[in-house]
């Protein structure tokens, strides 16, 4: 499968614990993205990388959460001391910059519970 | 002013007919647009994409541009029970982060 690929795909933690996440963009792409996504709601940016650069990072992200993408390949998501508004599923997204169509693919997404 | 809005649904068609679905942003930057359908418990997969002002058809499809009203939507042709999901409208500046709207919810009655 040659598709963006996330780990692990569900997650319940309890408040106040640590979590990371795992994203594996399609091999081409050296754009990836994460979104965050509750019940009826679209997708809401957090980040995103270009290569190992992180260009850019949503306002509304709180400093609890950090994410790194070292070799420009796989990149992790980290929350530190979860709360129960963490709660959501967190989606990995892949694209190809510098074709003009910067058309992103979604991974499964990993789905948090915080209890 | 919320930057992409879309009807939240349920659209609720016959088996057939033609889906219509509507979306409108804020940002006159905006320069590519995207729409996604997403299933309960899944992740959003894209249907098409769209850059020019026009229509855009693939298969059952068609995506409609228009910059100067900031409006774009999307048409399903024959709709299928199996064309019941989220549709998810996304808006993005030139080389930025996607902005998606909340989704409309299509049910394809059969």
């Known amino acids: 499968d040659t598709g963006v690929s996330q780990d692990p795909r569900h997650k319940i933690t309890k408040r106040g614990q640590n979590v990371t996440f795992r994203c594996d963009p399609i091999?081409?792409?050296?754009?990836l993205y994460w979104y965050r996504q509750t019940l009826g709601q679209g997708p809401e940016f957090l980040t995103y990388f270009q290569n190992e650069a992180q260009l850019e990072k949503s306002r509304l992200l709180s400093d609890r959460f950090s994410a790194e993408r070292p070799k420009g390949s796989f990149s992790t998501l980290e929350i530190q001391r979860t709360e129960q508004g963490d709660s959501a599923m967190y989606l990995c997204?892949?694209?190809?910059?510098?074709?003009?169509?910067?058309?992103?693919?979604f991974g499964p997404g990993t789905r948090l519970t915080v209890t | 002013q919320k930057e992409v809005e879309q009807n939240s649904g349920p659209l609720s068609v016959p088996e057939g007919a033609i889906a219509s679905l509507n979306c409108t942003y804020s940002d006159r930057g905006s320069q590519s647009f995207f729409w996604y359908r997403q299933y309960s418990g899944k992740s959003p997969e894209l249907i098409m994409s769209i850059y020019s002002n026009g229509d855009k058809e693939d298969g059952r499809f068609t995506a409609q541009l228009n910059k100067a009203s900031q409006y774009v939507s999307l048409l399903i042709r024959d709709s299928q029970p199996s064309d019941s999901a989220t549709y998810l409208c996304?808006?993005?500046?030139?080389?930025?982060?996607?902005?998606f709207g909340p989704g409309t919810r299509l049910s394809v009655l059969p």
């Open positions: 091999s081409e792409h050296n754009r």
């Open positions: 996304a808006v993005q500046r030139y080389g930025q982060n996607f902005v």
């Open positions: 997204a892949s694209s190809q910059s510098g074709t003009g169509a910067y058309e992103q693919y």
